[in-house]
T-cell receptor
Framework: QKEVEQDPGPLSVPEGAIVSLNCTYSNSAFQYFMWYRQYSRKGPELLMYTYSSGNKEDGRFTAQVDKSSKYISLFIRDSQPSDSATYLCAMSAQTGGSYIPTFGRGTSLIVHP | SAVISQKPSRDICQRGTSLTIQCQVDSQVTMMFWYRQQPGQSLTLIATANQGSEATYESGFVIDKFPISRPNLTFSTLTVSNMSPEDSSIYLC?????????FGPGTRLTVL
């Protein structure tokens, strides 16, 4: 079993839909949870960052962490074609003073007009 | 946050040659990392670039193949040595600030 599991998709939705992206993990020591967005031929861009359990909202994006279930989600409201990208989840625990994240393989999202 | 630039953005190289990728961060950072990303795959950590000491390599990656320099807190280089077509990939530099990471735009390498 991989430490972080993420469905690669692709996930295809119509413009305006609510998108739900998810990751599960096995390491209960993870405390920091991140979502990155990666457009084609670009580097990953940090989108959302959450510490421990709970929700965090930023505009159309909401990140949820359920540590009891080892499950994290990213919701995108009113999805736009410009949201079409690969979304990578990442999570980390402090190890010797550093935080080196473990990444999911990414979910490809396509929002069609 | 940190803004990271990489050079070159892409290159096509011949088998057996070497390529050095440069990474520049706009602020001093404690941690710098090098990743590889194969098409459709997640990020694979190659090594942590340590300032003033040897890099720390992950399993499957060795210094002779991927020598790394980190002369100061804002700059690092990764060399891909004696390249083969299997080294064709995107190489990403990352900087750690506190408890998260930021990425450069990547270097797309094709080895013929």
């Amino acid at each position: 079993q991989k430490e972080v599991e993420q469905d690669p998709g692709p996930l295809s939705v119509p413009e305006g839909a609510i998108v739900s992206l998810n990751c599960t993990y096995s390491n209960s020591a993870f405390q920091y949870f991140m979502w990155y967005r990666q457009y084609s031929r670009k580097g990953p861009e940090l989108l959302m960052y959450t510490y421990s359990s709970g929700n965090k909202e930023d505009g159309r994006f909401t990140a949820q962490v359920d540590k009891s279930s080892k499950y994290i989600s990213l919701f995108i409201r009113d999805s736009q074609p410009s949201d079409s990208a690969t979304y990578l989840c990442a999570m980390s625990a402090q190890t010797g003073g550093s935080y080196i994240p473990t990444f999911g393989r990414g979910t490809s999202l396509i929002v069609h007009p | 946050s940190a803004v990271i630039s990489q050079k070159p953005s892409r290159d096509i190289c011949q088998r057996g040659t070497s390529l050095t990728i440069q990474c520049q961060v706009d602020s001093q950072v404690t941690m710098m990392f090098w990743y590889r990303q194969q098409p459709g795959q997640s990020l694979t950590l190659i090594a942590t670039a340590n300032q003033g000491s040897e890099a720390t390599y992950e399993s499957g990656f060795v210094i002779d193949k991927f020598p790394i320099s980190r002369p100061n807190l804002t700059f690092s280089t990764l060399t891909v040595s004696n390249m083969s077509p299997e080294d064709s990939s995107i190489y990403l530099c990352s900087a750690g600030t506190g408890d998260t990471q930021y990425f450069g735009p990547g270097t797309r390498l094709t080895v013929l």
